[in-house]
């Protein structure tokens, strides 16, 4: 909140040396930026499920940390970790995530890993498998604010049939109002915007 309070009392100083119609064009940017953020950030409200599907990247921690959360908290007893490794010389992200799991007592045999996907699109397509296979119905679906819709139109593409309820995690790294005020904001926000448009049409068009 220190650097988002001094960038404000730069803005305003900023503002009242140029002038009311410059001023009203950096609010409506601002303005633009925070609905951007805030639209991608979707998060509903949890309900029993079949399993909790948790996609790794970005803060994994924080997604895993979100995905044991839901399933301590019952909404769940099963749960699928999905991701590979970062470089093929390191376990998977899976595999990390379900060593986080354990470790917070989440008995091993309830967790199910994909350790293949290297991106959205593959963690869609394998984790579908294993939600077929089982035959299951209804999932909670967590990653990170900025990634949440994207995730979830992949996996919908894979299975228009499956209930998908959407968890956003507490991404240290991201924040819907402020994610422009980093380099890494600027670095996934308008990329995930960007990815979500081509998801939509790609849909569209098979569908």
Known sequence: MGRLKEFIFSLVGWLLKFGIKTSL??????????????????TQTPEP?????????????SRAQAGID???????????????AADSNSKS???????????AGIPEKNIILDQE???????????????????LDKVILVTSGYHIRR??????NQNSSLKIIVYASN????????????????????????????VSIRWHRLS
């Open 25 to 42: 064009l950096v609010i409506l940017l601002i303005g633009s930026f925070v609905l951007l953020g805030n639209y991608l950030n979707l």
């Open 49 to 61: 499920v079949d399993v909790i599907v948790v996609l790794s990247g970005g803060d994994t921690k």
């Open 70 to 84: 839901l399933y301590k908290a019952g909404w769940s007893n099963l749960i699928i970790f999905s991701g590979a």
């Open 93 to 103: 992200n899976a595999e990390v995530m379900k060593q986080q799991a354990i470790k």
């Open 117 to 135: 996907s290297k991106n959205t699109s593959e963690n869609a397509r394998e984790v579908n498998k294993t939600i077929l296979k089982l035959k």
């Open 151 to 156: 995730a979830r139109a992949e996996l919908h």
């Open 171 to 198: 991404d240290r790294n991201w924040h819907p109002n402020t994610w422009w005020l980093t380099p890494y904001g600027w670095w996934v926000t308008p990329a995930e915007a960007l990815k979500l448009l081509l």
